[in-house]
């Protein structure tokens, strides 16, 4: 297996930060790209710059074996050719270098009757935000075969983990928790999946250590925890300094809300992965990956939500 230097576009982000943490664990040489330095990391480097300029892409990721694309939109600036462009410039960066660029997918490239994910199932998403991943994991795959570089693929349920501050455990779940409320998101039976963001950065160096060994183009899919609402009502309930009443999620608020808020419009359209069962699934990377290689749920459950309310607690006492 192999290391190396390895760079990470978007270091401040969720994603971003994790990967740079597990791959300096797993003895990489590893710098980061961002704007500014919000999320130092000991033990790495750090390099300012704007993703946006392919010269700046390219010269951040020249020494690099492996490339991280880690950078992130908002929901709402997904449109009008943006993500797209963001990514083009990656591409453009990335051009008859031969290095790897990793590219972490998203479960929305499939629809909601799509009960069993595995990387061989065609892929039809929702619109709208499901047709944008799909042409952008089609200009990777386009690059990978015809501009010198390989691209994998890990694609993944929806992220928690400590650090992730503004996503599904914070904005939706916990989000009246201080009125001592929790939300789960559908029925209590119904199963979704979720991977740990340091379990998935993990994963990230297994693939990017084992890269000699597979094909320019690949798509892995981590299974990371498929578990149901109810069972991640209990374990967060578990988690919490106090108890809370647990009551289903006001879906119509954030429509409502959605009428001038942009992003939660964008939440609200895609409330069906929370209502459906769709399991990412696939033996291969099971295998590599190992028995045992996730965080038992109800720790990493633990550790995120007791991030969030410390937190929440410092800054109430802080304003």
Same mark, same amino acid.
Do not use: C
């Given at each position: 297996?192999?290391t190396g230097?390895?760079t990470?576009?978007?270091?401040?982000?969720?994603?971003?930060?994790?990967?740079?943490?597990?791959?300096?664990?797993a003895? *990489?040489?590893?710098?980061?790209?961002?704007?500014?330095?919000?999320?130092?990391?000991?033990?790495?480097?750090?390099?300012?710059?704007?993703?946006?300029?392919?010269?700046?892409?390219?010269a951040?990721?020249?020494?690099?074996d492996?490339?991280?694309?880690?950078?992130?939109?908002?929901?709402? %600036? =997904?449109?009008?050719g943006?993500?797209e462009? %963001?990514? /083009?410039?990656v591409?453009?960066?990335?051009?008859?270098?031969?290095?790897?660029l990793?590219?972490?997918?998203?479960?929305y490239?499939?629809?909601?009757?799509?009960?069993t994910?595995?990387?061989?199932?065609?892929?039809s998403?929702?619109?709208?935000?499901?047709?944008?991943?799909?042409?952008l994991? /089609?200009?990777?795959?386009?690059?990978?075969a015809?501009?010198?570089?390989?691209v994998?693929?890990?694609?993944a349920g929806?992220?928690?983990?400590?650090?992730?501050?503004?996503? *599904?455990?914070d904005?939706?779940?916990?989000?009246?928790?201080?009125?001592?409320?929790?939300?789960?998101l559908?029925?209590?039976?119904?199963?979704?999946s =979720?991977?740990?963001?340091?379990?998935?950065?993990?994963a990230?160096?297994?693939?990017?250590?084992?890269?000699?060994?597979?094909?320019?183009?690949?798509?892995?899919?981590?299974?990371?925890? *498929?578990?149901s609402?109810? %069972?991640?009502m209990?374990?967060?309930?578990?988690?919490?300094?106090?108890?809370?009443?647990?009551?289903?999620?006001? *879906?119509?608020?954030?429509r409502a809300?959605?009428?001038f808020?942009?992003?939660?419009?964008?939440?609200?359209?895609m409330?069906?992965l929370?209502?459906?069962e769709?399991e990412?699934?696939?033996?291969?990377?099971?295998?590599?990956?190992?028995?045992?290689?996730?965080?038992p749920?109800e720790?990493?459950?633990?550790?995120t939500?007791?991030?969030?309310?410390?937190?929440?607690?410092?800054?109430?006492h802080?304003a």
């Open positions: 297996m192999q230097k390895v990470v576009l978007g270091s401040n982000g969720h994603i971003g930060n994790a990967a740079m943490i597990a791959f300096r664990d003895n *990489w040489r590893v710098t980061g790209l961002g704007r500014s330095n919000r999320k130092p990391v000991a033990g790495t480097q750090f390099f300012k710059g704007d993703a946006d300029e392919v010269v700046v892409v390219r951040a990721i020249a020494e690099a492996v490339v991280v694309h880690a950078l992130h939109l908002r929901y709402d %600036q =997904w449109g009008d943006r993500a462009k %963001q990514l /083009q410039v591409l453009d960066a990335m051009a008859g270098s031969g290095k790897t990793l590219f972490p997918g998203t479960i490239n499939y629809r909601a009757s799509d009960r994910i595995g990387p061989g199932l065609r892929e998403g929702e619109k709208p935000r499901g047709e944008i991943r799909i042409r994991e /089609q200009m990777l795959r386009d690059a990978a015809r501009h010198g570089f390989q994998i693929i890990l694609r929806d992220f928690f983990g400590p650090g992730n501050r503004d996503e *599904w455990f904005a939706a779940m916990l989000m009246d928790y201080a009125k001592g409320r929790l939300y789960h559908g029925d209590l039976e119904t199963r979704h =979720w991977a740990y963001l340091p379990d998935l950065a993990r990230f160096t297994v693939l990017a250590a084992r890269r000699a060994e597979m094909k320019a183009f690949e798509n892995d899919h981590f299974a990371g925890h *498929w578990v609402h109810g %069972q991640v209990a374990a967060t309930q578990n988690a919490l300094p106090k108890p809370v009443e647990v009551a289903p999620l006001p *879906w119509w608020m954030l809300i959605g009428l808020n942009p992003v939660m419009r964008d939440v609200y359209r409330r069906y929370w209502l459906n769709m990412l699934v696939d033996p291969r990377l099971d295998a590599l990956l190992g028995p045992g290689f996730t965080t749920f720790t990493a459950v633990a550790d939500v007791t991030e969030l309310v410390a937190d929440r607690s410092d800054a109430r802080a």
